[in-house]
């Protein structure tokens, strides 16, 4: 196979994103463009027939090099990876592939730690809510803090993303029989979802119906909406913030005392339980289960008596 002039970049930008990037979202290019900098950055981004699999290993020692996290080298690897592998030849797991490398090279992963997710108390976000009043953003015809107050309360009881809540329009939202439908247009996995909603919610709701589209509108840049955010925590005295997808741990332990894996798998939005399991850190069940052991009942034994009792 004949050589070529193009680097991973330049492929990139002439042919990878326009044919397998057609149909992805915003943050999608933005990630691959960030992975693409870094490599540009650390590798100079030499001629693909000159990027061995040394070369990824270099790339990938660098990068941890600079302090980044395994899961975050990873995902930019992935990233590399994906532009790579279509620049080789096509066969039964890359059909579409450009053929234009005859071998694509490869570098293992980072091995990543899996922790317990992060424990969120409900009384952390009713701090939040609170903090809720000092919101100035958004500056739009209703009150901040009722935004904010709705979006979470509606975050905390629907599971939803929140780029899923800032694309909802009012003829998604069916007041009356408390149900909000999600195109699946807007969905991460591309799926048409349904759930309902709580009356405290739709009561929330109704405060701030006006005469925008969305349910929420947020006209401000990305900045804008998390120092809001920090802010708003502040203002609750929460001295560890926590992210906006929190909230959707939250909705998992609350969906959780329902019993049904199904309820917790469909509310979070996930193809898998396992999933949903990283989700949901079970100390809170497991406390529950552990204390009602009926060990005294099954055991019996004689307290030991202390010296000098």
């Known amino acids: 196979m004949a050589g070529c002039s193009y680097t991973l970049c ?3 930008d002439a042919k990878f ?3 397998f990037l057609c149909d992805v979202r915003p943050r999608t290019f933005e990630a691959y463009r960030e992975a693409l900098d870094r490599w540009k950055e650390k590798t100079g981004d030499p001629p693909l027939d000159n990027i061995s699999s040394e070369t990824m290993s270099r790339f990938k020692y660098a990068l941890r090099v600079d302090d980044r996290s395994p899961a975050t080298c990873n995902k930019i690897l992935r990233h590399i ?3 790579i592998s279509k620049c080789g030849t096509p066969g039964p797991r890359n059909r579409d592939a450009l053929g234009i490398i005859n071998r694509i090279p490869w570098t293992k992963p980072f091995r990543c730690e899996v922790n317990l997710p992060r424990r969120v108390e409900l009384e952390l976000v ?5 903090g809720c009043s000092r919101a100035r953003f958004p500056k739009i015809e209703i009150r901040a803090s009722a935004w904010w107050r709705a979006l979470i309360l509606l975050a905390v009881s629907s599971g939803f993303r929140r780029g899923a809540l800032l694309a909802l329009t009012w003829p998604h939202i069916d007041v009356g029989r408390r149900i909000c439908r999600l195109p699946a247009c807007f969905d991460k996995k591309g799926r048409e979802r349904e759930k309902p909603l709580h ?3 739709v009561k929330l709701l109704l405060e701030i119906r006006g005469p925008q589209e969305k349910v929420f509108e947020w006209p401000h840049s990305r900045k804008v909406w ?4 920090h802010k708003i925590q502040d203002a609750g005295d929460v001295m560890e913030h926590i992210r906006f997808h929190d909230l959707k741990r939250v909705a998992g332990v609350m969906f959780t005392a329902t019993g049904s894996p199904w309820v917790v798998q469909h509310m979070l939005d996930h193809s898998s339980i396992e999933t949903s399991r990283h989700y949901i850190n079970p100390m809170e069940a497991c406390r529950e289960a552990v ?12 307290p030991v008596k202390m010296l000098g009792g």
Not at 126 to 130: D, E, G, H, L, V
Not at 226 to 229: F, G, I, L, P, R
Request: no cysteine; glycine share 0%; aromatic share 18%.
């Open 10 to 12: 330049t492929i990139y």
């Open 17 to 19: 994103q326009s044919l």
């Open 81 to 83: 990876n994906a532009v």
């Open 126 to 130: 009713a701090a939040i809510f609170q």
């Open 199 to 201: 009356e405290q919610v």
């Open 226 to 229: 998390y120092q809001t955010w």
């Open 291 to 302: 204390d009602n052991l009926p060990l005294q009942k099954i055991f019996a034994w004689e």
